[in-house]
Nanobody, 124 residues
Framework: QVQLVESGGGLVQPGGSLRLSCAPSGRTFSSYVMVWFRQAPGKEREFVAAISRSGSSTTYADSVKGRVTISRDNAKNLVHLQMSSLKPEDTAVYYC?????????????????WGQGTQVTVSS
């Protein structure tokens, strides 16, 4: 069982930046593909970004590509989502998730473990 705790959300002005962090519990952090999702009010949860177990591969949703960077530190059991040039449409609850599935299945499978989410609000 993995427990995921997100942090770093908050209110930011359009064009601003924010870094989200996720701290999974347990000693097997490096065995999980880590994924960020988000859910805006009245919308379905959507994929944002994912990073492979070693951190050598990443993938992003088209809506955030070029503005978001996912990274991980396996020694510190941390995964980050650095967001810049934020837009009002980025407003959502952001969820960290951990997957035991193969990297090539990250976009077609549902992660095994989920955090509680952290609110990001982009508004002037």
């Amino acid at each position: 069982q993995v427990q995921l705790v997100e942090s770093g959300g908050g209110l930011v002005q359009p064009g601003g930046s924010l870094r989200l962090s996720c701290a999974p519990s347990g000693r097997t952090f490096s065995s999980y593909v880590m994924v960020w999702f988000r859910q805006a009010p009245g919308k379905e949860r959507e994929f944002v970004a994912a990073i492979s177990r070693s951190g050598s591969s990443t993938t992003y949703a088209d809506s955030v590509k070029g503005r978001v960077t996912i990274s991980r530190d396996n020694a510190k059991n941390l995964v980050h989502l650095q967001m810049s040039s934020l837009k009002p449409e980025d407003t959502a609850v952001y969820y960290c998730a951990a997957s035991t599935r193969p990297w090539l299945e990250v976009l077609t499978s549902r992660p095994d473990y989920w955090g509680q989410g952290t609110q990001v609000t982009v508004s002037s």
